[in-house]
């Protein structure tokens, strides 16, 4: 069965790099879709190397805000939104309750929506975990229904990372699958 990426309004082959992002390999979807029992849509918007405020510009909010209602009118009424996020903020040394006003602002664009919040701060010149991101998402999680924690990329070794020390190398994209 076939996976798809979701840009423009349109379907592509699920493929690496996804449509729609500013990076140039090393997306988790295409071994995700493969672990899959069936076909996936996936609207990436990633911005490589962003910190959590580029996202809650009003900007990039309409940008989501026009993604998930194209999704809609091509029928995909109730996606999962999974993000994964952190790596800057973990630089920046982003404290919990700056971290949580910034994931409130973006869960309140789709607060209907299930989202699944992936554990990530390990990246480049941060190489341990920046434990005041994981405050602010289990904090999100306990406030609201809709939100779940997913997997920690943060224990995913050095070794399963690409040059960069931040994108997974295939076997890591597997691996986190």
Known sequence: ERSYSFDREKCFYLRDPMPGTAGNGGSIWPSFAE??????????????????????????????????????????????????????????????STYNAELEKLIAVAPRLKWLIVRESVCDDVQVKWRPLDEARDKL?????????????????????????????????NLLA
Not at 68 to 93: H, I
Not at 151 to 160: G, K, Q, S, T, V
Request: with cysteine; proline share 5%; hydrophobic share 40%.
């Open 35 to 96: 672990f899959t029992e069936n076909p996936v849509v996936i609207a990436d918007m990633a911005i490589s190397g962003s910190a959590i405020e580029q996202w809650t510009t009003e900007t990039q909010l309409r940008k989501i805000r026009r993604t998930l209602a194209a999704m809609k009118r091509a029928g995909y009424s109730e996606p999962l939104v999974v993000w994964m996020q952190g790596e800057t903020n973990a630089a920046r040394r982003t404290g919990a």
């Open 141 to 173: 999680a306990r406030e609201h229904a809709n939100v779940v924690i997913g997997p920690d990329l943060d224990h995913i070794p050095a070794r399963l990372r690409q040059e960069d020390r931040c994108h997974l190398t295939p076997e890591g994209q």
